[in-house]
T-cell receptor
Framework: ETGVTQSPTHLIKTRGQQVTLRCSSQ?????VSWYQQALGQGPQFIFQ???????GRGNFPPRFSGLQFPNYSSELNVNALELDDSALYLC???????????FGEGSRLTVL | KQEVTQIPAALSVPEGENLVLNCSFT??????LQWFRQDPGKGLTSLLL?????REQTSGRLNASLDKSSGRSTLYIAASQPGDSATYLC???????????FGKGTKLTVNP
């Protein structure tokens, strides 16, 4: 059984640029969620995708957007990067309604 | 609004000691509670999931309990080992919101 995989593992961007992060969900899971974890903090919910549609969103501005594809993989896009966007971005997959999430290793974004 | 608090923020113990990590939440309408382990710079590894109808779960040297009426969960680690050193996060899952709300974690150091 393949777990949740994320790419890239690390990346550096400059303020104002755009970034795309990718996630492949665990086999058998139909829901993907994205979380942002700043240093020393717990992860914060960005949004969740189910059946290729956004199914819940946290307190993040519209420049954070996402996609889910028919194979349940997902992308997180962040436009107009700000310094405070520097964080570990975690993707999690689950079967809808089960309440049990499985996380990937994350993508470490540094914005200079 | 659900808030999750973890006490203590950091804990250092000698190898072999039994220990308890605490997690409290403000909204008793929590659906599931999940405990995670996070190694530095890495993703989250699920340790235990306590579903809403359950009061505790056990896996090896780990035991987690959930008391929804008091808004508390505890993670008990028996006979701690240096390899247990990591940050432990608890997260509550609220049915309908499809998101996990995390605490900031407890950083555990087990000294040989």
């Amino acid at each position: 059984e393949t777990g949740v995989t994320q790419s890239p593992t690390h990346l550096i961007k400059t303020r104002g640029q755009q970034v795309t992060l990718r996630c492949s969900s665990q086999s058998g899971h139909n829901t993907v969620s994205w979380y942002q974890q700043a240093l020393g903090q717990g992860p914060q919910f960005i949004f969740q995708y189910y059946r290729e549609e956004e199914n819940g969103r946290g307190n993040f501005p519209p420049r954070f957007s996402g996609l889910q594809f028919p194979n349940y993989s997902s992308e997180l896009n962040v436009n107009a990067l700000e310094l405070d966007d520097s964080a570990l971005y975690l993707c999690a997959s689950s079967a809808i309604g089960t309440g049990e999430l499985f996380f990937g290793e994350g993508s470490r974004l540094t914005v200079l | 609004k659900q808030e999750v608090t973890q006490i203590p923020a950091a804990l250092s113990v000698p190898e072999g000691e039994n220990l308890v990590l605490n997690c409290s939440f403000t909204d008793s309408a929590i659906y599931n509670l999940q405990w995670f382990r996070q190694d530095p710079g890495k993703g989250l590894t699920s340790l235990l999931l306590i579903q809403s109808s359950q009061r505790e779960q056990t896996s090896g040297r780990l035991n987690a309990s959930l008391d929804k009426s008091s808004g508390r969960s505890t993670l008990y680690i028996a006979a701690s080992q240096p390899g247990d050193s990591a940050t432990y996060l608890c997260a509550g899952y609220q049915g309908g919101s499809e998101k996990l709300v995390f605490g900031k974690g407890t950083k555990l150091t087990v000294n040989p």
